[in-house]
C-alpha cells in the first residue's frame, strides 16, 4: 500500500507544489480570506471530496465520507495570513517563487503548505481507491491568526455539528518541520481597569500596578517561570471617573487556569493600586469584536490556551507508527512559539471540544510568522504522503494481510 | 464475439482481448500505477477504446479477487450485485475497491456491453466447513466474517476441470478424482479438490495464511505479530514487515521468485528454495489427508519454468516417497492464461447472462 502510495505521490507532487504556489499568490490577511477560499473550494473539488461547504464564518470544509459513523479525522489549515512588513522582504510576499527548492512567500510555511498538503493527502487515498472507514474532514478555517480562532469554534460549534460529523482526532497543517507535535504554551492578554475619582491617585495607581505586574517574576503552575508584558497604559475620563486600562500580555503554560490567572493578577493589582489611594480595580481578559469577510461578526477573547496531548495516546501511537511504517521520519515534539502571535487551534479543539489534537506540515516554524518565509517543495510533497499515512492509519479500512501485488 | 477481460490489480490494470476461443489475446495492454494518478476509469475508457479497434466487444469480464460467500459462480454486474460487494469491502480492502471502480467504469462508457465478474473466491464458496472455521471465539469470527478462502480460484477450478477431462479421456474414472491443484503465482496456493469440490486450501481468511509468497511470509506462529508489535512496530509496520519484507524474497536476501529459485542454480537461493519446497510438501500430504489419496496433480499459474521443477518434484520425490510412484492420472499442466481461462468462463456463463440482462435494471 505504501509504495503505491508513494508512487502516486510522486506524480501529483507539481499539482501539489502548484496547489501551494496558488494559495500563497493570493493574499488573505485576516478576515480577508475570500479569494483564497476560492481556490481551496476548487481545489477540492478537484480531489474528489463527497461534500464540500463554505459555512457562515467563511470556513471551507470537504467531507470524503466514510463506510461508517466514525471515528473521523478533521484535518485543519488555516487560510489566513499574519500581518507582515513588506519591507523586510527580499522577495516580494505573494510571488510564490518556486527556487532552491523552495516555495517563497507569505504563509508557505504558516500554514498553505500545509493546507495544499492536507487537501492532496485526500485526493491521494481517493486516487488510490482506499476505503475509508470514518469520514476525513478538511478544513480551511478563517481568522486564526488574530486572537480567538473564532474561524475554529464557527467550525466545531456550528459547522460540523450541522453536517452531523463529530470528530475524534484533528491534525493540524501548522509548520512543523514534518515532525508530529503534540501542543505549545498559550498567551493571554489581559486588561486591567483602574478607576477613581481622584485622578492623581488612578495615575499612581496605575503605574504601580504597571511596574509591579512586569517586573515580577510570576510563577506559573508546574513551577516554571511565567512571562509577563506590559504592553500598554492609557487613559481615560467618563461619567466623572478617571480610567486607566493596563494591556497585559501572559504566557500560559498548560496546567494553568485563565480564571486563575485573572484572579491572580486581580490580587496582585488590587493590593499595589489601594495602597496608592481609594481606587477600584478590575481584571478582564481583552475582548475585540471581529468582522469575517462573511460579514459575520463575533467577539474574541484575547487567549490563545496551552495545550498538550499525551505524547503516549493512541492518537500519537498510532501516527508515530503508520508514518514509520511508511518509512517517513516521525520525530515528536512541540511548538516553541518563539515570535509574538504564533500559536494554533491546538487549545481550542484539545480544551473547549476534548478533540485529541496534533500537528504535522511541512513548514517551517523557525520562518513563519518572519520575511522571506519559505516551505520545502519536497516537504510539502512528503507531508501529503506522510498525511494520507496518518489518515489511512486513524480512519481507513485496514489492509492487514493484503499485498498489492501478489495477489 | 470478442472478449475483454480486466484484471485490476493494485499495482496496475491489465487488460487482453479474445475472439472467441482462440487462445491468444488479440491484443493486451495495461496501465502501470504512475499514469492511473487522474481519474482511473479513463484509463479503463482507454482499453475500451483501444479494443474496439477490433470490433463490437461482446462481453467483457473482470477478475475480482474477493466475493464471500454470496457469489458462487460468476455474476452479471448490476447495481445491486455492486452493493453487495461494497458491503464486502473491508474483507478485501485493496482489490475490490480497484475492480468495483473498473465494473462501474466499463457500464458507464458502454452501458450495452455485459460485464461478468468472475471471483476467484467463488471456487471456494463451498468449502466444508472443517476446513473453513478457525479455532477462535465463533461470536468474534462471526462478528469479523472471517474464514477461510483460496485466492486463486479462476486457476484452480480450470487446471481441475483439465485434469479430469484428461483423465477421462484414458478412462472413466470409478469415483470422483482427487485432485492436488498447485498453483505457481507470487503468492502460491495449494488446493485439495474432490470431483468439482474443493476440500482443503493453503490460503486463509486472507492470503497471507499458506505458503510463502515472493515477499509474504506465509504460515506464522500466530503469537509473533502480537510480538513484533510489542516491540515499538506497530500493526502497519508489522504488516508490511510480514507481506512485503518476508518470503522468498526474505529468505534469499534479495527479490526473488519462484522460477528463479526453482530454476537457477545459486546458492544464495538455497534456503528459499529448501524451505519452499518443504512447505509444499506439508501441503500436498495436508491436502492428500485430506481427501483421502490422490489421484493426480495439477499445476497452473505464471511460473512455467517453476512448474516444470515442480512436475519432477512430484513424480520423483513426493509421488515416488510417499505414494509408492502411484500417481494414477500423473501431473497436468495447465497451459491457458488466466485471462483466457476469465474469458472462457464468462463465455460459458453468457446464455444464462444474456438472458438475465434483458431484465436487469440499469446500474445508477
Known amino acids: 500500500m505504501y509504495r503505491m502510495l508513494k508512487a502516486r505521490r510522486d506524480a501529483m507532487k507539481d499539482d501539489v507544489v502548484g496547489f501551494a504556489q496558488e494559495l500563497v499568490r493570493t493574499p488573505s490577511p485576516s478576515f480577508q480570506e475570500r479569494g483564497v477560499a476560492a481556490i481551496v473550494e476548487a481545489g477540492m473539488k478537484s480531489a474528489g471530496f463527497d461534500n464540500i461547504f ?48 523552495r516555495l517563497w512567500g507569505l504563509s508557505a510555511s504558516d500554514c498553505k503548505g500545509g493546507l495544499a498538503a492536507q487537501i492532496f493527502a485526500a ?56 515532525g508530529i507535535y503534540y501542543g505549545h504554551d498559550g498567551w493571554m492578554e489581559i486588561d486591567a481597569c483602574i478607576r477613581g475619582a481622584n485622578p492623581f491617585h488612578v495615575g499612581d495607581a496605575a503605574e504601580a500596578v504597571a511596574r509591579r505586574l512586569g517586573s515580577r517574576p510570576w510563577a506559573a503552575e508546574g513551577g516554571k517561570s511565567a512571562e ?70 463575533t467577539v474574541a477573547r484575547h487567549v490563545l490556551s496551552a495545550w498538550e496531548t499525551d505524547p503516549f495516546c493512541p492518537l500519537m501511537e498510532r501516527t ?25 487551534a491546538g487549545g481550542v479543539l484539545m480544551r473547549d471540544f476534548s478533540v485529541p489534537a496534533i500537528g504535522y506540515g511541512p513548514g517551517d516554524e523557525d520562518v513563519a510568522h518572519g520575511p522571506d518565509e519559505y516551505a520545502e517543495t519536497d516537504a510539502i510533497a512528503e507531508a501529503t504522503l506522510g498525511t494520507a499515512v496518518i489518515a489511512h492509519a486513524l480512519v481507513g479500512v485496514p489492509v492487514y494481510g493484503w499485498t498489492s501485488d501478489e495477489i | 464475439m470478442n472478449i475483454l477481460a480486466f484484471d ?20 493486451t ?22 479494443a474496439l479497434n477490433y470490433g463490437e466487444i461482446g462481453l467483457c469480464v473482470v477478475r475480482v479477487v474477493f466475493g464471500g460467500e454470496a457469489f458462487k ?31 462501474r467504469a466499463v457500464m458507464r462508457c458502454r452501458p450495452e456491453i455485459p460485464v461478468v465478474l468472475d471471483f476467484e473466491t467463488a471456487f471456494f464458496a463451498g468449502l466444508p466447513e472443517r476446513e473453513t472455521v478457525y479455532a477462535i471465539d465463533p461470536g468474534l469470527s462471526a462478528a469479523l466474517r472471517l474464514r477461510r478462502y483460496g485466492y486463486h480460484g479462476i486457476y484452480h477450478r480450470a487446471a481441475c476441470h483439465e485434469a479430469a477431462h484428461k483423465a477421462a479421456n484414458r478412462e472413466a474414472p470409478a469415483s470422483p478424482l482427487r485432485i492436488l491443484s498447485i498453483c505457481l503465482e507470487p503468492k502460491p496456493e495449494v488446493a485439495a479438490v474432490v470431483g468439482i469440490r474443493p476440500v482443503y486450501v493453503t490460503s486463509g481468511s486472507t492470503p497471507l495464511e499458506g505458503l510463502p509468497g515472493r515477499t509474504s511470509c506465509g504460515d506464522l506462529d500466530p503469537s509473533l505479530p502480537g510480538l513484533l508489535m510489542r516491540r515499538e512496530l506497530g500493526p502497519e509496520r ?103 481461462i476469465m474469458a472462457d468462463d464468462a463465455m460459458g456463463t453468457a446464455p444464462q447472462i444474456l438472458a438475465r440482462i434483458k431484465d436487469a435494471a440499469p446500474v445508477p
Open chain 1, 320 to 344: 508515530r507508527h503508520a508514518l514509520s511504517a511508511a518509512g517517513l521520519e516521525a520525530k515528536p515534539g512541540k511548538w516553541r512559539l518563539g515570535k509574538a502571535g504564533m500559536g494554533t
Open chain 1, 123 to 178: 485526493a491521494l487515498l481517493r486516487r488510490a481507491i482506499l476505503p475509508l472507514q470514518g469520514s476525513l474532514i478538511v478544513a480551511a478555517t478563517v481568522a486564526e491568526e488574530k486572537w480567538g480562532s473564532i474561524g475554529v469554534r464557527a467550525l466545531m460549534q456550528r459547522t460540523l455539528p450541522a453536517l452531523g460529523l463529530e470528530p475524534a482526532y484533528a491534525v493540524l497543517g501548522e509548520p512543523t518541520g514534518l
Open chain 2, 8 to 27: 485490476p490489480g493494485r499495482v496496475r490494470l491489465d487488460y487482453s482481448l479474445f475472439r472467441d476461443a482462440e487462445r491468444k489475446p488479440i491484443i
Open chain 2, 73 to 103: 459462480t460468476c455474476a452479471i454486474a448490476d447495481w445491486l450485485v455492486l452493493e453487495r460487494l461494497h458491503e464486502m469491502i473491508p474483507q478485501s480492502p485493496l482489490h475490490l475497491p480497484r475492480a468495483i471502480e473498473t465494473v
Open chain 1, 54 to 101: 463554505t459555512d457562515d464564518a467563511g470556513n471551507v470544509i470537504g467531507v470524503m465520507y466514510g463506510r461508517e459513523n466514525g471515528p473521523n479525522l478533521l484535518l485543519l489549515s488555516h487560510m489566513d495570513s499574519c500581518p507582515h512588513d513588506a519591507s523586510a522582504w527580499k522577495r516580494h510576499p505573494f510571488s510564490g517563487e518556486i527556487s532552491d527548492g
Open chain 2, 238 to 340: 508489522v504488516d508490511e514487515l510480514l507481506t512485503k519484507e518476508s518470503g522468498l524474497s526474505a529468505l534469499a536476501g534479495r527479490m526473488t521468485d519462484l522460477d528463479e529459485i526453482l530454476t537457477v542454480d545459486d546458492p544464495s537461493l538455497n534456503a528459499a528454495r529448501d524451505y519452499f519446497l518443504y512447505r509444499l510438501l506439508q501441503a500436498c500430504g495436508a491436502g492428500a489427508a485430506a481427501m483421502g489419496g490422490l489421484d493426480g496433480v495439477a499445476l497452473s499459474g505464471r511460473y512455467r519454468k517453476a512448474a516444470g521443477q515442480i512436475r519432477e518434484w512430484v513424480v520423483s520425490s513426493f509421488a515416488e516417497r510417499f505414494l509408492s510412484g502411484k500417481l494414477r492420472y500423473g501431473v497436468t499442466m495447465l497451459e491457458a492464461s488466466r485471462d483466457r
Open chain 2, 29 to 50: 495492454g495495461h496501465v502501470p500505477e504512475p499514469d492511473m494518478t487522474a481519474d482511473p476509469a479513463d484509463a479503463v475508457a482507454d482499453a475500451v477504446g483501444s
Open chain 1, 228 to 297: 509577563f508584558h506590559v504592553q500598554n497604559l492609557s487613559y481615560a475620563q467618563s461619567e466623572g471617573l478617571r480610567r486607566a486600562t493596563i494591556r497585559m500580555a501572559r504566557r500560559l503554560s498548560v496546567p494553568e487556569n485563565v480564571a486563575r490567572v485573572l484572579e491572580q493578577v486581580k490580587s496582585d493589582a488590587l493590593e499595589v493600586a489601594t495602597s496608592t489611594g481609594a481606587v477600584a480595580v478590575d481584571v478582564a481578559v481583552h475582548e475585540e469584536s471581529q468582522m469575517l469577510y462573511t460579514g459575520h461578526t
